[in-house]
């Protein structure tokens, strides 16, 4: 089966995008379309050291991408480019890496999108430094990939390969430049109970507050062919509640000067955050407005399901696990009956 996957990986074209589309976020205060681009790339440098336990990006990678493919990717993307204020720019690793997207490559990007008022791409930290933020024109957003302001949870939980000092580095660099940062926190991480993966959320929202200009909170999705699947296919892990998400934003709201906002992958989905199924687009809607408008008025939603949450918090407390406990009682129903 993974000779067949590997198989069809290697025979999609490396001068071709992996996907764009069009969507809503934010730029100069207002709400505005935004271009994504998610580019083929050789994949992210950590991956040969193991990669993140949640990561599945390396599927959007290819062996062997040359400058010129790079370069058909961005002339496919200008094609489609219909004069948006916000382009995003997304590699399945560092956009600042010099192996992955050469420093003649990235200067063809800044050029072809000079024009408009946001042009964001992500970086591990060990990339940026005097050097690649001097490159950089003035429109530019970093994104960095935090996760948890905690060491531990870095070291041991999501595996990322560098400390959080690492990224307040890079951030206040960014920053000390006049470029944007948005940061990325991931809400739930393997091996954290619910109201463990709020604290933490909560705290490393607070960290990241003095360097971002934004700070999104990304619910883990799970991924394939990665570790917290492993973990999930066990019963092992569930995906955050949608609740847990709100309650992020309810606690945070008026306490960090930076954007809070969340766009959730696999949202209503086992394998995304989600709550009973019934509620969940509405909790969705709800998360998504508040990203716009940081007006926790916004966030009010209401289902029968909110007193399961809690009580699976208390559970979870009572029992000392992060296990999916709502399978484990519907496989003891199952053997019951």
């Known amino acids: 089966m ?13 001068s071709e995008l992996e996907a ?3 969507e809503d976020d934010m730029a100069d205060g207002g709400k505005v379309r935004a271009m994504v681009v998610i580019m083929r790339t ?7 050291s193991g990669g ?27 094609s489609k480019y219909k004069g948006e204020p916000f382009v ?4 399945s690793g560092s956009f600042l890496d010099d192996a992955e997207v050469p420093p003649s490559v990235r200067a063809r990007f800044y050029e072809a999108f000079s024009g408009c008022r946001r042009l964001l791409f992500e970086s591990r930290p060990e990339f940026i430094n005097e050097a690649t933020v001097a490159e950089m024109p003035p429109n530019v957003t970093v994104a960095l990939g935090l996760e948890s302001s905690d060491p531990k949870v870095l070291e041991s939980s999501v595996r ?35 109201s463990m993966a709020i604290r933490d959320a909560v705290a490393s929202a607070r960290f990241a507050d003095e360097f971002s200009d ?20 066990r019963g092992e892990f569930r995906p955050p509640w949608i609740w847990s998400l709100i309650e992020v934003f309810k606690t945070l709201s008026g306490t960090v000067r930076a954007r809070l906002m969340s766009s959730p992958s696999g949202g209503g989905a086992q394998r995304g955050v989600h709550n009973c199924g019934e509620c969940d687009k509405a ?43 709502d399978r484990d009682f519907e496989n003891e129903l199952i053997l019951r009956t």
């Open 214 to 233: 934004e700070i999104s909170v990304n619910p883990l999705n799970v991924q394939r062919g990665t570790y917290v699947e492993r973990l999930w296919r």
């Open 2 to 14: 993974s000779i067949q996957v590997s198989l069809v990986k290697e025979r999609r074209s490396p």
């Open 283 to 325: 909790a969705l809607d709800a998360v998504e407005r508040f990203s716009f408008s940081q007006d926790p008025a916004d966030l009010f939603v209401t289902c029968g399901c909110q007193a399961k949450w809690k009580a699976y918090m208390e559970s979870e407390a009572a029992l000392g696990t992060p296990a999916d406990l």
């Open 52 to 78: 993140c336990t949640m990561c599945g990006y390396r599927e959007a990678s290819l062996r062997e991408v040359t400058e010129e493919d790079l370069l058909k990717q961005l002339d496919q993307a200008l």
């Open 88 to 91: 995003k720019i997304y590699t």
């Open 20 to 22: 764009l589309w069009k």
């Open 42 to 48: 050789s994949g992210c440098c950590w991956v040969r």
């Open 160 to 194: 990322k390969g560098f400390t959080p000092d690492d990224i307040r580095r890079a951030g206040l660099l960014l920053k000390s430049r006049g470029l944007g940062v948005r940061t990325y926190l991931l809400l739930k991480p393997p091996f954290m109970t619910e």
